[in-house]
């Protein structure tokens, strides 16, 4: 398994920190939220791609899912869509591209806002990434 998520997760959650004073990010995806506002970060898939005719695989396919989570009474809509605009801005020069979102109002008994994304990469065994 090639493995970049760490590196990944690293440069994400310490953008969203530094833009976004007092946010939750974690590496799991939950339903459970402790703290509010959050990120949940996590590679979901990682899929071999290309193997040559060494015994290991070459590239793999990486898909990772975000939820952005907000809860403040007024506002949250935009809390969410700056802190995904954030991971938008980390993923993007890394050639990591958003493929879908979705919005869900009325989590938490109406009181929270979530987006989640979904986020496609293919890397090789040095670590470089490719757009998809």
């Not at 760490?6 to 339903?31: C, M, Q």
């Not at 939820?67 to 403040?72: E, G, L, M, Q």
């Not at 993007?92 to 994304?117: C, D, F, H, M, T």
Request: proline share 5%.
């Amino acid at each position: 398994m090639i493995d970049v998520f760490p590196p990944i997760y690293t440069a994400a959650a310490t953008e969203l920190k530094a833009k976004h004073p007092g946010v939750k990010v974690t590496g799991e995806v939950s339903d459970q939220v402790a703290q509010f506002p959050c990120v949940q970060i996590e590679e979901y898939s990682n899929i071999p791609t290309w193997q040559d005719n060494g015994d290991t695989s070459t590239y793999a396919a990486l898909q990772l899912r975000v939820r952005v989570i907000s809860n403040k009474k007024n506002g949250k809509i935009s809390e969410a869509r700056a802190m995904l605009a954030t991971v938008d801005s980390v993923f993007e020069p890394l050639n990591i591209r958003r493929k879908s979102s979705v919005a869900q109002n009325g989590l938490y008994n109406n009181s929270a806002y979530r987006i989640e994304a979904t986020y496609e990469v293919v890397a090789d065994v040095t670590g470089r990434l490719y757009r998809r």
